[in-house]
C-alpha cells in the first residue's frame, strides 16, 4: 500500500503566501516524478508543477514566477511554495507522484486533496 497525505491547505487573502506539503509513504521502493494538480469548482483538474527525480521542475503558465516546486527525497516529500496568491488560485490542490512499490509495480498515486481559498 502507498499513501500520500497532503497538509498546507486553507484560506489566504491575496497577495498573500502558503506553502503545501505532500509526503509519501507505504511499500516504496522508489519515487519518481512529483506533481502537484488543481480543480477548481466546475473546471477540469490541471496540472499546476511537477518535478522530476533528478530535480528539473516544469510549470503552468498560469503560475510561473509565482509558485516553487521542490523535493525531499530522503522524506519522500513534494512542496508547493505559493506567492503573490490571486482568487484564480481558488481550488482543490492534489499531490500526484510516480511511484514504484517493493513488488516491482509502477503506478501514479493521488492524495486526497487539500483545499486552497484566496479571497478577501
Known amino acids: 500500500q502507498v499513501h500520500l497525505v497532503e497538509s498546507g491547505g486553507g484560506l489566504v487573502q491575496p497577495g498573500g503566501s502558503l506553502r503545501l506539503s505532500c509526503a509519501a509513504s507505504?511499500?516504496?521502493?522508489?519515487?519518481?516524478?512529483m506533481a502537484w494538480y488543481r480543480q477548481a469548482p466546475g473546471k477540469e483538474r490541471e496540472l499546476v508543477a511537477v518535478i522530476g527525480d533528478s530535480g528539473s521542475t516544469v510549470y503552468a503558465d498560469s503560475v510561473k514566477g509565482r509558485f516553487t516546486i521542490s523535493r525531499d527525497s530522503a522524506k519522500n516529500t513534494v512542496y508547493l511554495q505559493m506567492n503573490s496568491l490571486k482568487p484564480e488560485d481558488t481550488a482543490v490542490y492534489y499531490c500526484?507522484?510516480?511511484?514504484?512499490?517493493?513488488?516491482?509495480?509502477?503506478?501514479?498515486?493521488w492524495g486526497q486533496g487539500t483545499q486552497v481559498t484566496v479571497s478577501s
Open positions: 507505504g511499500s516504496i521502493f522508489r519515487v519518481n516524478a
Open positions: 500526484n507522484a510516480n511511484i514504484r512499490t517493493n513488488w516491482g509495480i509502477q503506478n501514479d498515486y
